[in-house]
């Protein structure tokens, strides 16, 4: 049944055509059940394949699929090709599923926009480009599909186009996500370069044979795909895009920037996991860029008033985790955990688009409140997501994906005392800021009114994702609970298990007991601050130093601030002022001296009889001499 | 003197002939008609008596004049375009109210003189032919003495052109007074012989004095001077006819004399030769940029075009000859084409030489302004036209001996040139609209005139795409050529 | 003989069109579609015929050829001959040939039998240049093409289309010049070396000379096809002409003019003096470099939606340029398949201002905007080109930079660093041009109407091409291959020669 | 018999030519042009016959011949244009004819 495989990125690619091409004359209800059904069938196949994979898997736990020959020049044989394994198997079924389920949500968010079509084309467009990104076999048809989905963002992004502020913000995320691809595409000259293929497993197995452990090329390598990768996922120092990203339909926000797209970075550097085997600095910057982000965007996250940048610097900070997890090896512990963010984060999202629609496009949380007994569904979905993503032990699932990562930050080989130290931390920052955000928006006294409820087709899918949740971490759990790996032992067979903990290493129990206790701390630090002090939140930005703090973090450390000044402007600055080119100036000054000369040899035609004679006279004379002196 | 040497010498008899006989048809009747008919027959009897001359070449009629296949062929080409300008002459003269049939005897006169230049081997026939042309000239351009400008170019024309051939004269004497001979071929054996002559004062003096009296007749730097305003001043057939036959001759002479005398090989006369050629390439292409009037324009143009021309001679050798010969026929051509052009578009009361008589001509006229683009677009030596193949074969002439400062100067000032022949163009097809008077004074097109053009059309477009006839006929004539 | 057929149709039918002016706008049209048309059913019937020898091995170096003594005085024939390169080239001629006759359809009203005269002699033009393998010959042509390319821009083109043309033709024929004296130089060396004056191209590859002489004939060729192609710092005249110049008209320049200047460096330049031109490589590399990331800037900075894309072309053919010194198999094929969607990409944003040209009689970015809402189709259209030109992967633009960059880093990695960031540079200006044409307020309220059937016929094709070379360009890189490996054989053996 | 060297005689000439020009350039009337022209035109002659007795050749003073005859066709129809010009200027003044010009 594998043979399936290429329906699932061509079903939502067929429904992108149908929409993209005759979107304008299929009726409105049509629109919703196209685009969602495509990307519903893509689920099912996709469900299908994923079952076969497990009751018979393949040779290997790897199949291939090669659909036509592309790319043919000299060395050069790339197909187009789908290859299926552990890894890609589970990115792509979490993809379609959370996919589907947003779908269905959109059909009701969008029902009265009267651009649906156009809507769920590029949705649908979206979904196959993921699912080719994490299909492809080798890196061009990966980098298809990654600059499919960078496209489809900005689409989507900027899709109430009539808004300057929007376009802004989409062409932002489609120039900063391509500053990484930048550096992505000169990764794989790289490895063309000097491991003659493309293929991905082609090259794992060369870079192993080819280069020692640390050799520079493969530390040149992983820095280039990580470079790639920070791009993609928001992470230090290319994360300013995403929290902008936040001016598109909900959905796309739920979707594209929180639950799959963001997270290609992750799949990337897992897929290239070999490269940063061979290349430990590599590894390790993978590790500090996953630390810095995590903890750096969770003090934004504390400080924003508008609830979706809150959740698009949350999820800033989570991947930071996943990167964490990439940078000490514990490679299945970052898809976990980007398994189980895709259903919670997903959910937050989903929750707070039905809180922006009931109350007529308020995003500040501030001026929401009380809105618990108001959107009873909305709330229960959005406090079991808040809680799976602050990790509230045993009954969340985020708990078990963050809990591992952290413990693994200083248990595996490639930890460290302080990589263990910032998750903690993080895990501090994040229960703050969670329920800073659920406090803000569902308790207190009510300050707007609530115009609408959310139909199923919207509450539906918060349900099942909230399910998810829940239970979603149970393939997974420490020794001291069970010590379920059927996901782990599943991914071993793509991806290799955690380097052998170092010796002196604390245990997996210790780890979480202070993950819980950083999580209490949390919780009690944004409770005082927001349901039994309120007036002291303020009183802490009322000072200078305090107001100036607040409004960096706000300002996500001022790094747009930054870029703004030393790459943006520059250049704009420069195609200002040259844009009548400077280099034509040197060619029309020529012409302006041919013209000068003309003026002046006209001068000498006077006319007057004699001066010609006198002229033909002295031309003798001249020529005499040079004939005689010369 | 045998008679052998009066059959070589048929071509210029029967030009002589003609004016007489045409001279006497005037004294017995009057008839515009008539006398230009004459005319035509005469020429076309010269001409062929070209092939009855043929059977004797090589032979040297008298020490005076040589005739050689090399002379035949640009006889040939002076009398086709002598009969050319007669044509165009008859349309122009018939909206003019002089007395219009003397206009042939001198046009013949000056066709004898022109022969005659061409046929020189000597000083004494060189000067006469030199003298034959230019008198006729004086008269051809002061010819519409009703009009003031022409006046103005004869008189002009006669100072200077006297002047010039004064000085000419004196060369010619210097060099006699040290070699003691006027004959080319001799002059060419003691200049070769006698090493310390190359260096001897009166000769260099002597031949640079020379080359000002070619140099005015080629309106080359600095002794170009005259040329826009005999230009503008002469009737349009008159001017063709002076830019085209008299500087014909001049350089076929000149080509013969500095070949024949080895006196190209002279240092510093080659020197000043090249000296020559950079300032008629910029000052030509230069004072034309931005010119409003056509003939004027047509005048600097030529200048340049010599310029060119310059370059494939000082190449020297066979390659240069057989350029030279091929760029003259195409510069023919094409000079003729283009003051045909002007010459059918100009009144009784003035020649049609402002710019702005051509605006936007395509739309009215599209034959007449597609032969004047076409005649333009040879003189900047674009495909399809005989200018294209011409200018190849000078840069060929030119690489093939690597004079490449010259040559990467023909080209450079070449793409000047090509500024103002643009600018024409964009006139000729500009869309606005001319002004109405403009428009209304456009005078008919005559059969015969307009026939003329498209000869001229056809003859461009053949020998620009296919120039293999022609030039195996330049060869088989100018390798006859001693000296080469 | 079938490749002066191709040349003789088109001639007539240029002539033919101009005659038929006087009976009716309708007939020149026609003519010209119909000529076009049949022509490259010759080529696609003469490529389908010759599929196999194309894409295994050659019969000898030419598919087709065709030989006449001309000027045999000086040894000039007239020599036509067909390998995969110029296969693609022709074939990519005609079509967009047909798309130039479709898209002035109602632009031209004015002197339409003389505009499709002119029309059908540049194509012919262009064929001579992409068949003649006889360096007089392809002068010839080379030269001929601008003649009716000039009166194209002169007559039929916008406010200031007399300096623009007059500038583009000035520009070309220097430089055309300068390969003159070159071609010339070679001329004599060769004959100097082997007794024989002959201007045939395979003879004369492999002339020995002394490396300055090389370096110095080398230029000679370069410069010409540099300013065609153009390279910085001799693009001026592209913007102007392309701006001023009718649809037909830009779409002509950007699809195939240029392309004859990046023809001549890969046909000429390199196999004619490949030690030159290796020693040359860095310097034309990074004029190529500083082209494409310059050609972006400025096309950002551009408010003239014309001028804006014909920056982008400086652009995208500084890859070319960067390709063809790199000379290696990637980056030819890359080189090529850029070559050939730059013509479909810039050409089609070409067309699509001229369309909006004609509803809203303004290029000027400023003065449009939100245009999406009242025609999507064509905001689409524009959207789908956008990004065929800033190089998205799945678009023929993506493949031929991605071979060029792969090809390039063997040759020099940080070159091909700032080339990559020249793609990154080139989604500032694809984005800027969505959002200031289609997307944002409609604060102008356009009310336009949205493709209808001519236009979508134009522009469908365009977009299937595009596509199609994205995702399946086996045919053309197959195609082109053979002639590659000959290219390359010659090079080859001259390097060593010159070794011993 | 003792002849004049011809250098000498060549030298008289050359002055004689320089007068001739210098009065071409320094008079306006047209017929005192004419005249400087004549000047010219015989200091060539002149130079002619040296040369030739030089060598003890006819051909110089031969040349000369042909030089006055010449000469005089010259003076022929330049007096008559002298005259048509006297009709329509109303001077003799060369540089009243100078209306084109650039």
């Given amino acids: ?630 | 003197m045998p008679s052998s040497d009066l059959i070589a010498l048929l071509p210029l008899l029967v030009v002589a002939g003609t004016s007489v006989v045409v001279m006497l048809a005037i004294a017995i009747h009057r008839s515009h008609r008539l006398t230009s008919l004459l005319t035509l027959i005469g020429l076309a009897c010269a001409f062929a008596s070209l092939w009855v001359a043929r059977t004797l070449t090589p032979t040297e009629a008298s020490p005076l004049l040589e005739v050689d296949s090399y002379a035949l062929f640009f006889l040939g080409l002076i009398l086709a375009a002598t009969f050319v300008v007669v044509i165009l002459s008859y349309d122009y003269l018939e909206k003019q109210d002089v007395n219009r049939e003397e206009f042939y005897v001198l046009l013949l006169v000056a066709s004898l003189g022109s022969s005659v230049l061409i046929l020189s081997a000597h000083f004494v026939s060189f000067f006469l032919g030199l003298e034959l042309l230019s008198v006729a000239l004086y008269a051809l351009s002061a010819y519409v003495f009703t009009r003031e400008r022409p006046l103005e170019a004869g008189i002009k024309y006669l100072v200077l052109a006297a002047g010039s051939a004064a000085f000419l004269l004196f060369g010619m004497a210097l060099v006699y007074a040290r070699l003691g001979t006027m004959g080319f071929p001799q002059i060419g054996a003691l200049l070769s012989g006698g090493d310390q002559l190359l260096k001897d004062p009166l000769i260099l003096a002597g031949m640079a004095l020379i080359v000002t009296g070619v140099g005015f007749k080629l309106a080359l730097v600095p002794f170009h001077m005259w040329t826009p305003d005999v230009y503008e001043g002469a009737p349009a057939p008159v001017t063709a006819y002076v830019a085209t036959v008299s500087k014909g001759a001049m350089f076929a002479l000149l080509v013969r004399f500095f070949y024949q005398t080895r006196g190209v090989t002279l240092g510093p006369v080659f020197l000043v030769f090249s000296l020559i050629a950079i300032a008629s390439m910029l000052v030509g292409n230069l004072l034309a940029l931005l010119q409003s009037n056509v003939k004027r324009i047509l005048a600097y143009s030529s200048i340049a075009h010599l310029g060119y021309l310059l370059v494939a001679f000082l190449a020297g050798g066979r390659w240069a000859a057989q350029a030279v010969a091929f760029y003259l026929v195409a510069y023919f051509i094409t000079t003729l084409g283009a003051f045909g052009v002007v010459t059918v578009l100009s009144s009784g009361e003035r020649d049609a030489d402002a710019l702005e008589d051509y605006r936007g001509l395509f739309w009215r006229r599209p034959w007449l302004a597609g032969v004047f683009a076409l005649m333009l677009f040879s003189l900047a030596g674009i495909p399809l036209t005989a200018g294209f193949v011409g200018k190849f074969f000078l840069l060929t002439a030119g690489v093939s001996a690597s004079l490449w400062n010259l040559v990467i100067i023909l080209v450079v000032t070449s793409v000047i040139g090509l500024f103002y022949y643009l600018r024409v163009i964009v006139v000729l097809f500009a869309t606005e609209e001319p002004a109405a008077e403009v428009a209304a004074a456009l005078p008919p097109l005559s059969a015969s005139g307009g026939s003329a053009l498209l000869a001229l059309t056809a003859l461009l477009v053949w020998l620009g795409v296919d120039p293999a006839f022609m030039l195996s006929v330049i060869q088989r004539a100018v390798l006859s050529l001693k000296g080469l | ?500 | 018999m003792a002849t004049v060297p011809m250098m000498h005689a060549l030298l008289v000439a050359g002055i004689l030519f320089a007068l001739g020009v210098t009065g071409l350039l320094v008079r306006r009337n047209i017929l005192f042009i004419l005249m400087s022209l004549e000047v010219m035109l015989n200091a060539a002659g002149l130079a002619f016959v040296a040369a030739g007795a030089r060598w003890g050749q006819t051909d110089g003073q031969v040349v000369f011949i042909f030089i006055l005859s010449m000469a005089a066709a010259e003076v022929a129809v330049g007096l008559a244009l002298v005259i048509q010009i006297y009709h329509r200027f109303k001077s003799f003044d060369a540089d009243r004819a100078s209306e084109m010009k650039g």
């Fill in chain 3, 1 to 500: 003989m079938i490749l002066v057929w191709l040349i003789v149709i088109l001639l007539g039918a240029g002539a033919l069109a101009w005659l038929a002016g006087r009976f009716g706008a309708e007939w020149p049209r026609w003519i010209s579609l119909v000529a076009a048309g049949f022509d490259l059913a010759l080529v696609l019937d003469f490529w389908a015929r010759h599929r196999a020898e194309v894409e295994i091995i050659p019969q000898g170096r030419w598919l087709a050829e065709f030989n006449r003594a001309w000027v045999p005085q000086y040894g000039i024939h007239f020599h036509l001959a067909m390998d995969g390169l110029s296969l693609l080239m022709v074939a990519l001629t005609l079509f967009i040939g047909m798309m130039a006759v479709l898209c002035s359809w109602k632009e031209i009203q004015k002197g339409v039998g003389f505009y499709h005269f002119n029309l059908m002699w540049i194509l012919a033009g262009i064929l001579g240049v992409f068949l003649a393998v006889d360096l007089f010959l392809f002068y010839f042509a080379w030269e001929l093409m601008l003649v009716p390319m000039y009166f194209l821009i002169a007559i039929w083109g916008h406010e200031h289309r007399v300096y623009a043309a007059i500038k583009f033709f000035i520009f070309t024929q220097l430089s055309g010049l300068l390969m003159l004296l070159a071609i010339l130089g070679l001329y004599f060396v060769h004959h100097h070396a082997t007794g024989v004056y002959t201007f045939e191209y395979s003879d004369l590859l492999g002339t020995p000379m002394s490396p300055r002489t090389a370096m110095l004939l080398m230029l000679g060729f370069f410069v010409a096809f540099a300013v065609k192609l153009p390279m910085f710092p001799f693009h001026p005249w592209l913007p102007d002409a392309h701006t001023e110049a009718p649809t037909a008209g830009s779409l002509i320049l950007a699809a195939l003019l240029l392309k004859t200047g990046a023809y001549g460096m890969i046909r000429f330049v390199v196999p004619l003096f490949p030690g030159a031109a290796r020693a040359f490589a860095p310097i034309a590399m990074t004029l190529g470099v500083v082209g494409i990331l310059y050609g972006a800037v400025l096309a950002y900075g551009q408010t003239d939606f014309k001028r804006m894309v014909a920056y982008t072309s400086v652009s995208h053919l500084g890859f070319v340029l960067l390709g063809i010194f790199a000379w290696n198999t990637l980056a030819l094929q890359g080189a090529v398949v850029g070559m050939i969607a730059h013509a479909l990409s810039t050409g089609a944003l070409f067309m699509l201002v001229g369309q909006l040209y004609e509803r809203t009689r303004t290029r000027d970015l400023n003065q449009l905007g939100g245009l999406w809402a009242t025609a999507p189709v064509l905001s689409g259209v524009g959207m789908f080109f956008m990004l065929g030109s800033v190089g998205l992967p799945g678009l023929g633009d993506f493949v031929g930079e991605f071979l060029v960059l792969l090809g390039t880093y063997r040759a020099h990695v940080l070159l091909t660093a700032l080339a990559t960031v020249g793609v990154l540079a080139s989604t500032f200006y694809g984005v800027q041009m969505v959002q200031r044409a289609f997307h944002g307020p409609n604060v102008h309220h356009w009310k336009i109407a949205d493709l209808h059937g001519r236009e979508l016929l134009i522009m469908g094709p365009m977009m299937i091409l595009l596509l199609g070379l994205g995702l399946y360009p086996l045919p053309v890189l197959k195609t082109f291959s053979p002639a590659w490996k000959s290219l390359e054989r010659s090079t080859r053996s001259v390097v060593s020669e010159a070794r011993r």
């Fill in chain 1, 1 to 630: 049944m594998l043979n399936l495989l290429w329906l699932i990125p061509a079903l939502p690619m067929a429904g992108f055509l149908i929409l993209g091409l005759f979107g304008s004359r299929l009726s409105r209800q049509a629109i919703p059940i196209l685009g969602a059904g495509s990307v519903g069938l893509s689920a099912a196949v996709s469900l299908w394949v994923a079952g076969s994979f497990f009751i018979s898997p393949p040779a290997g736990y790897a199949y291939t699929q090669v659909l036509w020959r592309w790319l043919e020049a000299g060395s050069l044989h790339l197909p187009i090709a789908l290859y299926l394994d552990p890894l890609s198997l589970i990115m792509m079924l979490v993809v379609t599923c959370v996919s589907f389920l947003i779908h269905v949500y959109s059909a009701g968010y969008m029902s009265d926009d009267e651009d649906m079509s156009r809507f769920f084309a590029y949705m649908n467009l979206f979904v196959a480009s993921m699912v080719t990104l994490l299909l492809a076999s080798n890196l061009a048809l990966l980098l298809l599909g990654w600059e499919g989905v960078g496209l489809c963002s900005y689409l989507l992004i900027g899709f109430w186009y009539r808004d300057p502020v929007n376009g802004y913000a989409g062409r932002k995320a489609f120039i900063v996500t391509r500053v990484g691809d930048t550096s992505l595409l000169i990764g794989l000259f790289l490895l063309f370069r000097h491991l003659g293929t493309l293929d991905i497993q082609t090259l794992m197995e060369r870079a192993a044979h080819q280069w020692p452990v640390g050799s520079p090329l493969a530390v040149a390598a992983g820095l280039l795909l990580l470079g790639g990768a920070v791009g993609k996922s928001a992470q230090l120092p290319l994360q300013t895009w995403l929290p902008d990203a936040m001016a598109g339909p909900t959905p796309t926000s739920a979707l594209i920037h929180a639950a799959t797209m963001v997270t290609a970075g992750v799949y990337l550097i897992a897929r290239m996991h070999v490269i940063y085997q061979l290349a430990p600095s590599a590894q390790f910057a993978v590790a500090v860029a996953g630390a810095a982000t995590l903890t750096l965007a969770g003090f934004s996250a504390l400080t924003q008033a508008d609830i979706k940048r809150a959740l698009a610097y949350s999820t800033v900070s989570q991947i930071g985790y996943m990167f964490l997890a990439l940078g000490v090896g514990a490679w299945s512990a970052a898809i976990f955990h980007f398994m189980t963010h895709a259903f919670f984060k997903a959910l937050l999202f989903l929750g707070a688009g039905m809180i922006i629609e009931s109350l007529d496009h308020e995003q500040n949380m501030f001026k929401m409140g009380g809105l618990r007994k108001e959107l009873p569904v909305v709330f229960w979905t959005f406090l079991i997501a808040g809680c799976a993503l602050a990790g509230v032990p045993l009954v969340t699932a985020g708990f078990y994906s963050k809990g591992l990562i952290v413990w693994q930050a200083e248990a595996s080989s490639a930890g460290r005392w302080g990589f263990w130290l910032v998750a903690v931390f993080g895990v501090f920052l994040t229960a703050a800021y969670t329920f800073r955000i659920i406090f803000l928006t569902f308790f207190g006294e009510p300050k707007s009114h609530v115009h609408k409820r959310p139909g199923l087709a919207m509450t539906v899918p918060c349900v099942i994702l909230a399910a998810l949740s829940m239970v979603g971490g149970f393939v997974k759990t420490p020794e001291f609970l069970g010590n379920i790996h059927i996901f782990t032992g599943f991914l071993h067979h793509a991806l290799p298990p955690v380097a052998a903990t170092r010796a002196a290493s604390m245990s997996e129990m210790g780890s979480e007991a202070w993950v819980t206790l950083a999580l209490m701390a949390g919780f009690a630090v944004a409770y005082f601050c927001y349901i039994y002090r309120p007036e002291f939140s303020e009183s802490l930005t009322r000072p200078a130093i305090g107001k100036a703090l607040y409004r960096f973090w706000k300002s996500d450390w001022g790094m747009d601030w930054l870029y703004d000044r030393l790459f943006v402007w520059p250049v704009m600055w420069f195609a200002r002022v040259d844009a009548r080119d400077a280099v034509d100036s040197i060619y029309t000054g020529m012409a302006r001296l041919c013209e000068l000369f003309y003026h002046g040899a006209r001068q000498t035609e006077t006319g007057r009889l004699r001066w010609y004679a006198a002229a033909i006279a002295l031309g003798a004379v001249i020529f005499v001499a040079v004939v005689l002196f010369l």
